[in-house]
């Protein structure tokens, strides 16, 4: 019992030291962009009535930096492309573009990304999803500091907005996962491939180094741009930097346990969900946040849990996540992992995923 709980209290510490570290290093973006800068704002879209108008007029609000917006209606069944096209009538920055087919070996959003690209003017592409609403200064920040530090890419984790038991036992996780986990924390000094990051849901990007480094069709049959851009950009020498997002920006990721599940498990298998990966995650997970509960009352289980809850608190304080959250994070750490090996059992049986009516045999992490 003695050494079990060394190593549950060492497989704390390994995040909570991470962790610290990152947050510490961990910076909003500052600045503002050149004058000759114009930043295309790039919104695929399917199905989004419920929060295009939000993120369009968001968009479009823009300060300190010139900026045109785009909106890719990707085979919409609801009031999408009216929506837009009733905003673009007061506002000529505002395109609404029709997505072409999907071509076989490509995602939908991969696509709608590609055909956003080409149709973009700026010297900087902001691509967001249809849920994310941008604060004022974002397009501006975020290409200021493309430009000072001579990035490829600059991307942040927005703030969570949080509505649900569900999302809570879900989406925080994210966060969790990027701070405890990654050493460096996707910051622009950790140059190997393996340690990029990014979040798809905002991701700026430097036209010339967009383009040196292939785009979205670099990518074409990824589920996980977030992951796989940032490190296609390393790959071919192109910086890359996650910043601090919770004040850059706001979106509501997923709207209850079932929508959450589905989101999380079609993005598993380029993540932690392989055959040799998912078992090391499931050490360290379980074994630094679940494995301490059943060590108690020993006081080395007490400290780790502490790490592990004092990391959780610290993380949802900078990502201005909802505290009501911290207390359920054991919980979170069960339906993370459940979440996992649902998709590595699915995948093994040759399962599509699907998301928004398209299913698709999703790559493996690299």
């Given at each position: ?10 497989l704390a510490a390994l995040p909570a030291a ?349």
């Amino acid at each position: 019992m003695a050494d079990a709980a060394w190593i549950a209290l060492g497989l704390a510490a390994l995040p909570a030291a991470i962790g610290l570290v990152n947050l510490l290093l961990l910076r909003a973006p500052r600045g503002g962009g050149s004058p000759d800068t114009v930043v295309s704002i790039l919104v695929p879209a399917r199905d989004e009535a419920a929060s295009i108008a939000t993120c369009v007029e968001a968009a479009l609000a823009q300060q300190g930096v010139a900026i045109e917006v785009i909106v890719m209606d990707d085979a919409s069944t609801d009031g999408t492309p009216a929506i837009v096209t009733a905003i673009a009538t007061r506002d000529d920055r505002l395109r609404l573009l029709t997505a072409p087919a999907l071509p076989l070996g490509w995602s939908g959003k991969m696509h709608a990304c590609a055909r956003l690209a080409e149709a973009a003017r700026g010297t900087h592409l902001l691509f967001i999803d249809a849920d994310v609403t941008l604060a004022q200064g974002t397009a501006a920040a975020l290409s200021g500091h493309a430009q000072a530090h001579r990035l490829g890419l600059v991307s942040g984790v927005p703030r969570q907005r949080i509505g649900t038991l569900g999302e809570g036992l879900t989406v925080p996780i994210i966060s969790l996962l990027m701070v405890g986990y990654l050493p460096g924390g996707g910051r622009a000094f950790t140059r190997f491939r393996s340690l990029a990051a990014g979040c798809g849901q905002m991701m700026l990007v430097e036209r010339r180094a967009y383009d040196a480094a292939g785009g979205h069709a670099a990518i074409r049959a990824t589920l996980h741009d977030g992951l796989m851009l940032p490190r296609r950009f390393r790959a071919t020498g192109h910086r890359t930097e996650l910043v601090a997002g919770a004040g850059l920006a706001t979106c509501r990721m997923y709207r209850g346990i079932a929508e959450a599940w589905r989101g999380f498990l079609k993005n598993a298998r380029e993540g932690m969900a392989t055959p040799f990966g998912l078992p090391v995650w499931t050490m360290l997970l379980a074994g630094g946040h679940l494995w301490p509960f059943l060590l108690l009352p020993d006081a080395r289980a007490i400290a780790a849990l502490a790490l592990i809850f004092g990391l959780r608190l610290a993380v949802t304080l900078r990502a201005r996540e909802p505290l009501w959250t911290v207390p359920l994070h054991p919980f979170a750490v069960v339906v993370a992992l459940g979440i996992q090996w649902t998709a590595l059992v699915r995948a093994l049986l040759g399962r599509h995923e699907g998301w928004k009516g398209r299913a698709y045999a999703a790559p493996e992490a690299p």
